[in-house]
């Protein structure tokens, strides 16, 4: 082992990102069509969105009128309403205004130049049907020309002199962020991945019919916002070009060390340093002294594979769906699927057709939500207003936003009152006879199935997957069988089930999900005073503003506890709201001449006490799933809007902090 300063693991690292990122991501094309082209394009456009970028395109609030507001955006639902709600003679009303303002904007008769401050009210108004004084800088964010969450501050100018130098853990949603926010503020950062390629999640999760099952536009960057997604919902290798090709376009590569993976790091007290033990693929191994460590290899990482006995004795061929190995050739086989959460939705309709038989085992049935558009190509005609209005893919990324936001929340809220089971309030039970409707009326074919796929628990209260058919079809499949008896153990021909069965397969798939609850596993972490994170958290995950852990000074956990999206919102925009806290916990030290920083424990009390309560108060609680630690504390879960942790994030409170130390700007 060698121990080597940071500049020797990224021999460029030192070197900023250029900060002259391309704006828009995706170009805007002149408009060239006719008006019967226009109507046909407009005839297949999300309406609300498209009317919100012409209007300020062509500074025409007439096109947005105040009795149009969408009435969606005011309501309780989960599942959104195409064109927010609007009725028939609304949608027609809303097409004309939009036809008035293309054919403005095509020839050049609108005005021109950037939108007015009370432009974007007008605009943020019609999206939210609220006050939007508490929401404004958290909506500016997503729609503003250039890059509204860039840094405002350089390191050449607060601390020119000072050596410092962040490691980030993965490259994959949230370390690709990480290394462009800190790369424009000149922050000396370097990355290791233990893949040979960006992507993280989307780079490990290749398995058949893998893809998003959160909207693109609401999952795409803030300072990337891709317009021409092909599908709204895209599949894993449209993912993974999108993060590679952000990568590329803002020059990132040079700052990641690829193959190679963290497996110790302690903290020396006596610097303010962490030393990281850094192995690369060849099993070699190297130290490195860094000022700050962000990992970022998050909740869904580690592939959790049941400990069911017989296991190792089985003959044929085992994988997991994030570990997928594409030499398993599962045509004409009896294939077993294990599980029955998101990736089994995926690869079983995936693989039914190829395979001899499949057998799922289903512990607990998923709650579906309707999305007959899941595998569903953007129409043409939208994608045309995408590449030619602009702003408009903004305004539709912000929209979907919203919805996945305010309209899901108040579904899962508990009513303290409400004591009928299966649902935790009288809207949550709405939801779940209208969910329970669309179930059965898919089951024509096997309507014994009904009983096994309709949940016992509230909607809400587990991940809740997107439904368009599919999976009923294949459960319904003649060479289908849907198993709900537990597995008791694996033997070498095949599954065997409490009631005695034997279920004979030649190979078995893993649809079994993460080791959510287990951060940082795999790495030994020693902090400030000797304590191991693991020893510190004692099987139940906290961390202050979901990012930072007493006793382990800067130290910030990107996707770290708490920050499972279940109802409400965006990872993505977790996660870049997590690397401004960082960035800006950074900026204080350097502008403090702290050496590092740490929230006290006091801090991170009363932050969990508020969490916990506003977990109680969802539809998760208490509920045994991936949510809820072995404690039963929901140590996963995000409770509150994006608003919430928008303004959590924007910096340190002074306050709840403990600072260590005095820079050396020799070191």
């Given at each position: 082992?060698?121990t080597?300063?940071?500049?020797?693991?990224?021999?460029?690292?030192?070197?900023?990102?250029?900060?002259?990122?391309r704006?828009?991501?995706?170009?805007?094309d002149?408009i060239?069509?006719?008006?019967?082209e226009?109507?046909?394009?407009?005839?297949?456009?999300?309406?609300?969105a498209?009317?919100i970028?012409l209007?300020?395109?062509?500074?025409?609030a007439?096109?947005?009128?105040a009795h149009?507001t969408?009435p969606?955006?005011?309501?309780?639902?989960?599942?959104?309403?195409?064109h927010?709600?609007?009725n028939?003679?609304?949608?027609?009303?809303a097409?004309?205004l939009?036809l008035?303002?293309?054919?403005?904007?095509?020839?050049?008769?609108?005005?021109?130049?950037?939108?007015?401050?009370?432009?974007?009210?007008?605009?943020?108004?019609?999206v939210?049907?609220?006050?939007?004084?508490?929401?404004?800088?958290?909506?500016?964010?997503?729609?503003?020309?250039e890059d509204?969450?860039?840094?405002t501050?350089?390191?050449s100018?607060?601390?020119?002199?000072?050596?410092?130098?962040?490691l980030?853990?993965g490259a994959?949603?949230?370390g690709?962020?990480?290394?462009?926010?800190?790369?424009?503020?000149?922050?000396?950062?370097?990355?290791?991945?233990?893949e040979?390629?960006?992507?993280g999640?989307?780079?490990?999760?290749?398995?058949?019919g893998?893809?998003?099952?959160?909207?693109?536009?609401a999952?795409?960057?803030?300072?990337a916002r891709?317009?021409?997604w092909?599908q709204?919902?895209?599949?894993?290798?449209e993912?993974?070009?999108y993060?590679?090709e952000v990568?590329?376009?803002f020059?990132?590569?040079r700052?990641?060390?690829?193959e190679?993976?963290?497996v110790?790091?302690?903290?020396d007290?006596?610097?303010?340093?962490?030393?990281?033990?850094?192995?690369?693929?060849?099993?070699?191994?190297q130290?490195?002294r860094?000022?700050?460590?962000?990992p970022?290899i998050?909740?869904l990482n580690?592939?959790?594979?049941?400990?069911v006995?017989?296991?190792?004795?089985?003959?044929?061929?085992?994988?997991?769906?994030?570990?997928?190995?594409?030499?398993?050739?599962?045509?004409?086989?009896?294939?077993?699927?294990?599980?029955?959460?998101?990736?089994?939705?995926?690869?079983?309709?995936?693989?039914?057709?190829?395979?001899?038989?499949?057998?799922?085992?289903?512990r607990t049935?998923p709650?579906g939500?309707?999305?007959?558009?899941?595998?569903?190509?953007?129409?043409?005609?939208?994608l045309?207003?995408?590449?030619?209005?602009?702003?408009?893919?903004?305004?539709?990324?912000l929209?979907?936003?919203?919805?996945?936001t305010?309209?899901?929340?108040?579904?899962?809220?508990?009513?303290?009152?409400?004591t009928?089971?299966?649902?935790?309030?009288?809207?949550?039970e709405?939801?779940?006879?209208a969910?329970?409707?669309?179930?059965?009326?898919?089951y024509?074919?096997k309507p014994?199935?009904?009983?096994?796929?309709?949940?016992?628990?509230?909607?809400?209260?587990k991940?809740?997957l997107?439904d368009?058919?599919?999976?009923?079809?294949?459960?319904?499949?003649?060479?289908?069988e849907?198993?709900?008896?537990?597995?008791?153990?694996?033997?070498?021909?095949?599954?065997?089930?409490?009631?005695g069965v034997?279920?004979?397969?030649?190979?078995?798939?893993?649809?079994?999900?993460?080791?959510a609850?287990?951060?940082?596993?795999g790495?030994?972490?020693?902090?400030?005073?000797?304590?191991?994170?693991?020893?510190?958290?004692n099987?139940?995950t906290?961390a202050?503003?979901?990012?930072?852990?007493?006793?382990?000074?800067?130290?910030?956990?990107?996707?770290?506890?708490?920050?499972?999206?279940a109802?409400?919102?965006?990872g993505?925009?977790?996660?870049e709201?997590?690397?401004?806290?960082?960035?800006?916990?950074?900026?204080v030290?350097?502008?403090?001449?702290?050496?590092?920083?740490?929230?006290?424990?006091?801090a991170?009390?009363?932050?969990?006490?508020?969490?916990?309560?506003?977990?109680e108060?969802?539809a998760?609680?208490?509920?045994?799933?991936?949510?809820?630690?072995?404690?039963?504390r929901?140590?996963?879960?995000?409770?509150?809007?994006?608003?919430?942790?928008?303004?959590?994030?924007r910096?340190p409170?002074?306050?709840?902090?403990?600072?260590?130390g005095?820079?050396?700007?020799?070191?």
């Amino acid at each position: 082992m060698t121990t080597t300063t940071t500049a020797e693991v990224a021999s460029d690292a030192r070197v900023p990102s250029p900060t002259d990122a391309r704006y828009p991501f995706t170009p805007i094309d002149p408009i060239d069509a006719t008006d019967a082209e226009l109507e046909a394009f407009v005839a297949q456009a999300e309406l609300p969105a498209l009317l919100i970028a012409l209007a300020l395109a062509t500074h025409d609030a007439g096109l947005i009128p105040a009795h149009l507001t969408p009435p969606h955006t005011k309501g309780e639902n989960w599942v959104p309403l195409p064109h927010g709600g609007w009725n028939d003679a609304q949608q027609t009303e809303a097409r004309h205004l939009a036809l008035r303002g293309l054919r403005a904007l095509r020839d050049g008769s609108g005005a021109s130049g950037a939108p007015s401050s009370a432009e974007l009210d007008t605009a943020m108004r019609f999206v939210i049907a609220k006050d939007i004084d508490a929401y404004r800088a958290y909506l500016l964010r997503e729609v503003e020309n250039e890059d509204p969450g860039a840094p405002t501050w350089h390191k050449s100018t607060v601390a020119p002199d000072r050596a410092f130098t962040t490691l980030v853990i993965g490259a994959g949603v949230s370390g690709i962020a990480l290394l462009h926010r800190f790369a424009q503020a000149g922050v000396e950062v370097i990355a290791v991945e233990k893949e040979k390629e960006v992507g993280g999640t989307w780079w490990n999760n290749r398995y058949p019919g893998c893809r998003l099952d959160t909207n693109n536009y609401a999952y795409s960057y803030s300072f990337a916002r891709k317009g021409d997604w092909p599908q709204q919902f895209s599949r894993q290798p449209e993912i993974l070009n999108y993060l590679m090709e952000v990568t590329d376009r803002f020059n990132l590569r040079r700052h990641i060390r690829f193959e190679t993976e963290v497996v110790r790091m302690e903290y020396d007290a006596d610097a303010d340093l962490w030393e990281v033990v850094l192995r690369s693929s060849d099993g070699s191994e190297q130290t490195v002294r860094v000022d700050v460590v962000i990992p970022t290899i998050g909740q869904l990482n580690t592939p959790k594979i049941p400990d069911v006995e017989g296991r190792d004795t089985f003959t044929g061929p085992q994988v997991h769906t994030a570990r997928w190995d594409d030499t398993v050739d599962f045509a004409g086989r009896r294939v077993a699927v294990i599980g029955s959460g998101a990736s089994a939705f995926q690869v079983g309709p995936a693989l039914a057709p190829i395979v001899g038989h499949m057998t799922l085992f289903q512990r607990t049935a998923p709650w579906g939500m309707p999305t007959p558009a899941y595998y569903a190509d953007v129409p043409e005609g939208m994608l045309w207003l995408l590449r030619h209005v602009p702003g408009y893919a903004d305004w539709f990324r912000l929209w979907q936003l919203w919805q996945a936001t305010e309209g899901r929340l108040p579904s899962v809220t508990r009513d303290p009152a409400w004591t009928t089971p299966g649902s935790v309030s009288a809207i949550n039970e709405d939801l779940r006879q209208a969910l329970v409707r669309h179930i059965t009326a898919q089951y024509t074919r096997k309507p014994e199935l009904i009983e096994k796929v309709i949940p016992p628990y509230p909607p809400g209260a587990k991940r809740m997957l997107r439904d368009n058919g599919v999976w009923a079809e294949t459960l319904q499949r003649e060479n289908v069988e849907l198993v709900d008896s537990d597995i008791v153990r694996i033997e070498p021909s095949g599954i065997r089930t409490a009631d005695g069965v034997l279920h004979e397969v030649d190979a078995i798939i893993y649809a079994t999900g993460f080791r959510a609850e287990e951060h940082l596993y795999g790495i030994d972490v020693i902090g400030r005073d000797g304590t191991e994170i693991h020893d510190y958290w004692n099987g139940d995950t906290k961390a202050y503003n979901t990012i930072m852990v007493p006793r382990f000074p800067n130290l910030f956990l990107t996707s770290g506890p708490n920050t499972a999206i279940a109802a409400n919102g965006s990872g993505t925009y977790l996660a870049e709201c997590a690397a401004d806290f960082t960035l800006e916990c950074v900026h204080v030290l350097l502008t403090s001449g702290a050496r590092s920083l740490e929230p006290t424990q006091e801090a991170l009390d009363r932050f969990i006490s508020e969490i916990d309560a506003a977990n109680e108060l969802r539809a998760w609680a208490g509920v045994r799933g991936w949510y809820l630690n072995k404690k039963g504390r929901a140590s996963q879960t995000w409770p509150h809007d994006m608003r919430a942790y928008f303004q959590m994030t924007r910096g340190p409170i002074t306050e709840d902090f403990r600072f260590n130390g005095t820079a050396d700007a020799n070191r």
